[in-house]
């Protein structure tokens, strides 16, 4: 499990994305550890240091100081830029809009950040928005981390796919492990006619429970080692009406894993520990196995995934998923 602990929302929330506080309850990250904790699991957290310039320092400390102290993992997360007045990241706050020199000390600074607050240097990183380039890769050797995960296969502004790293497998680039988000390929479809194909990743905010289990299903039967699962630290606030506590959510997440460890025997676990056990395989072997195709029929077998795309998806998602076809 892994999720991306970030705060970029402009104009300011009532609540932030790293604590996530509403009436007497966190919702964000400490949440998503008590869920993880409920089924045996630990996660890979990667946290953005730098909001420590947008939020507080004292929440950003806080909150990475909890997380190693509740025996997850804190990673680095590494967006060189913010967003002025606007809600989201662009491609210009990237990772690879950077020389190398300029990788390498800003990600010098969050390591040490990491290691003043927790005791204990990162291991692993992710780039915001999947832009990481070699580069990156380079630049994280150079600073002793020895576990990326920013491929998002198929993803048009992730560097290490130009030319491709690697799909789903985990690939060992110099000394360093590539352990990519997993992605499966998704064919929408209504009886016989598929209307849209899209690179999705194992997120319950972009996949339906029934999807997810599916894809799940898809990537085991496809002999990967390892998956990787997607979370932002708001993923268990609505952030669509207002910021509030998300109960579906919750409970969405917390049958999933249920389901993880039970239905599919699987361990909830970090990317340090689960990187220790896999067999990397060659970029050039990784590169061949192509994604495993999950198909749903929104008409027929697969109403549910109709029911919560009605739900949840909105124009700006539909312009995001479209342009990636």
Known sequence: ?????????????????????????????????????????????????????TVSEDLVAGVTREIAERGHEVGLHTHPAFPEGKRGYGMAQTMKTLSLDEQRRFISEGVALIEAWTGRPPVSHRAGGYGANYDTLAALEQNGIGIDSSVFYG????????????????????????????????????????????????????????ELRRQIEAVLASGQQIIVLFLHSYSLIDIERGFRPDERACAVLDELLADCVGRFDGEITTLERAARAVDPVSSKEAVGQSPPVVRSDLLFRNVELTGWLMRKVRLRHLKILVGQR
């Not at 796919?161 to 390929?185: I, K, M, S, W």
């Open 155 to 210: 993803y048009p502004h992730c560097g290490l796919n130009d030319p491709p790293l690697t799909a789903n497998a985990v690939v060992r680039h110099g000394d360093l492990l590539e352990v990519p988000v997993t992605v499966t390929r998704c064919d929408l479809a209504l009886g016989p006619a598929r209307l849209l194909s899209l690179t999705k990743k194992l997120d319950p905010d972009w996949c339906s429970p029934g």
């Open 1 to 53: 499990m892994t999720v991306d602990v970030e705060d970029f929302f402009e104009p300011r929330p009532p609540i932030d994305t790293y604590r996530g506080h509403n009436a007497g309850r966190d919702y964000a990250t400490p949440r998503i550890m008590d869920i993880l904790e409920r089924h045996g699991g630990r996660g890979t957290f990667f946290v953005d240091v730098q909001n420590r310039r």
